[in-house]
């Protein structure tokens, strides 16, 4: 008796085990630890200036070093198409290989284990490492969009979201394994990610589109967690700026990190044994063999069918409409917002094009400032202890601008109809305040500016990526939603390379021939005063106003779309499949 009941519990255990490995809920827990790894590109700031001083460069040459760095974490397209006709575990098994080998080779460098690597050689292996997130990106956000479509707002902005917190993450637990040396630092986001990554590869998978009626609630139970550990990594940044933390106490803080990290598993185990505990009822009720059940009566007639439409009576088109049409034919005539578009008729529409000019210009902008982040906060004098706070609060504010912009959004849209494009107006409009700030270096004013330029950049991703999904369709969204973030770098290279860049050098050249000094070959060029960045960020300030009118037009444009029911399709797709 003793060993059946043993035996009874440890099926019972493996069964729940099972369910619970398997579900839809554990697999969007797993897409929050994969996209809770990929943010290192926020974190550049931090190590930028070893890359700088370990390799003599000046700032011309780091700025297009980060320019490399962005335009490979924003161009996806390569991942977008492979994920189009692969299943998201291969996607997630190349972002890994490329992850770890485009970091490490960069960790070589700085540290000297290799010989100085020629400047295209250090483009090529951030490029490498960064376009990584792409494919981490795709292979998990887009999978979790497909299977929570009526949901979409909330899910990117809540895994975008994480990708925001993934920079404080990822320095508190730097911290914890390796004190204070930055240089580690790049070893540490070449393995981490990618060992995470290989965790899930098989977890990550299209699944059957269900709609649960409490969906929504457990999204928020979601938030909250990370509302949680957005909180705890908070005060851990005000602490560590005000304190000096030990070894031991920066492991403390970093198991308090992971243990709220893992917080999630909690709600989906939760949920899972409901799910679990039903069906288990359901089947008991359906073979239970009391007599009670059995019945001997006729049963109910069942009515005869009408007479059938004739054939000729249904609407069908013509056979040689049947046929699918030659793709350079539609490529101007795309289907009406809200269907699924191709490639190229979603590339080449004026919605499109829209999105992609407002993109380049606002998003450039904030990219730029967050790029630049350390090397501002050094012109500017800001102690490193404060240059590292302004890294930390940018991942957190970015982290809230994420799920603020997708949970509001989406709740905004249901209720009042109001549209994802003009929020995102809204949101280039204030991220002007930011740049303003950082341009006329009122002291102590880079604190906001960081929490500004955070949730701003934070704030237009899921807006941009539910716009593009809602306006083209997710027949194709695995590669149009990777063409949204390729506008970005463009904006980043005029920005931040032809502009901030060269202005910052000229300055600092401008500096050291008033010294009298002559720069060496191979030393780094440093500017200091308010001086360094400010045309460039009064610049950047009238490009993203550019960005703001051009996003006003979408918004135009789009206004009758958005009043009417854009998730119709999705929800008589679920009726006819129950």
């Known amino acids: 008796m003793v060993m059946a009941e043993h035996s009874r519990r440890g099926g019972v255990a493996l069964s729940l085990g099972l369910e619970v490995l398997t579900s839809r809920w554990f697999m969007v827990f797993a897409c929050l630890l994969i996209m809770s790894m990929s943010g290192a590109t926020y974190i550049f700031g931090l190590y930028s200036n070893d890359i700088k001083t370990s390799l003599g460069y000046d700032q011309t040459t780091l700025n297009l070093i980060g320019f ?26 190349i972002g890994v290989a490329m992850n770890f080998s485009g970091y490490f080779m960069i960790w070589l460098a700085v540290t000297g284990r290799i010989a100085k690597p020629l400047v295209w050689q250090m483009c090529l292996y951030i490029c490498i490492g960064a376009n990584s997130q792409t494919f981490s990106n795709t292979g998990a956000l887009v999978t979790c969009v497909k299977n929570f479509p009526e949901s979409r707002g909330i899910v990117i ?91 031991a106490e920066y492991a403390g803080s970093a198991s308090v990190v992971l243990i709220l ?23 008991n009720e359906s073979n239970d063999p009391s007599p009670l059940k059995v019945t001997t009566e006729n049963p109910p007639p069942v009515e ?59 998003v450039g902008g904030t990219l730029t400032a967050i790029d630049n982040l350390g090397q501002i906060g050094k012109a500017l004098g800001y102690p490193t202890k404060s240059i590292t706070t302004f890294v930390s609060l940018v991942s957190i504010w970015n982290y809230l601008g994420r799920v603020a912009s997708g949970f509001a959004s989406e709740i905004f849209l249901a209720k009042y109809k109001f549209p994802r494009p003009l929020m995102l107006t809204l949101v280039l409009l ?22 500004i330029m955070g949730f701003c950049f934070g704030a237009q991703w899921p807006l941009i990526f539910a716009i593009i999904s809602e306006l083209f369709g997710l027949k194709y969204y695995s590669t149009l939603y990777t063409l949204g973030g390729g506008a970005s770098p463009l904006g980043a290279y005029i920005l931040n390379v032809r502009i901030t860049g060269h202005l910052y ?19 780094d060029l440093s500017c200091v005063g308010v001086q360094c960045y400010k045309l460039a960020f009064l610049i950047i300030t009238a490009t993203t106003l550019v960005g703001f009118f051009v996003s006003s037009i979408l918004v135009i444009r789009t ?9 119709k399709k999705f929800r008589e797709q679920n009726t006819s499949a129950t």
């Open 304 to 362: 005869a069918p009408g007479p059938e439409r004739p054939p000729q009576m249904v609407a069908q088109p013509p056979k040689d409409q049947e046929k699918s049409v030659p793709w350079w034919r539609d490529v101007f005539k795309p289907p009406e917002r809200g269907q699924d578009y191709n490639i190229l008729q979603a590339l080449f529409s004026i919605d499109m094009i829209i999105l992609f000019t407002a993109i380049t210009f606002g």
């Open 68 to 93: 490399f760095k962005d335009l490979g974490g924003n161009i996806g397209v390569m991942s977008g198409v492979i994920n189009e006709v692969t299943p998201p575990w291969v996607v997630l098994a």
């Open 559 to 567: 206004r009758k779309f958005y009043k009417g029911d854009i998730y």
């Open 430 to 451: 204030f991220s002007c305040t930011g740049h303003l700030l950082i341009a006329f270096g009122i002291p102590n004013s880079l604190y906001a500016a960081s929490v």
């Open 261 to 283: 990290l893992f917080a999630p598993l909690a709600i989906v185990f939760r949920e899972e044994f409901k799910i679990w505990k039903s069906k288990k009822v359901r089947g």
């Open 157 to 247: 902005g809540l895994l975008k979201g994480f990708t925001g917190l993934s920079g404080a993450i990822i320095s508190q637990l730097f911290h914890a394994f390796y004190g204070h040396n930055s240089k580690a630092l790049i070893l540490l986001i070449s393995w981490l990610p990618a060992a995470v990554s290989c965790v899930f590869l098989r977890t990550v998978r299209l699944m059957k589109v269900v709609r649960q009626e409490n969906e929504l609630q457990i999204f928020y139970d979601l938030l909250y967690a990370s509302l949680g550990l957005a909180g705890f990594l908070m005060i851990l940044i005000i602490l560590q700026n005000e304190l000096v933390f030990s070894r």
């Open 505 to 523: 050098d000229r300055e600092a050249m401008k500096q050291m021939a008033a010294l009298g000094l002559i720069r060496k070959e191979g030393e």
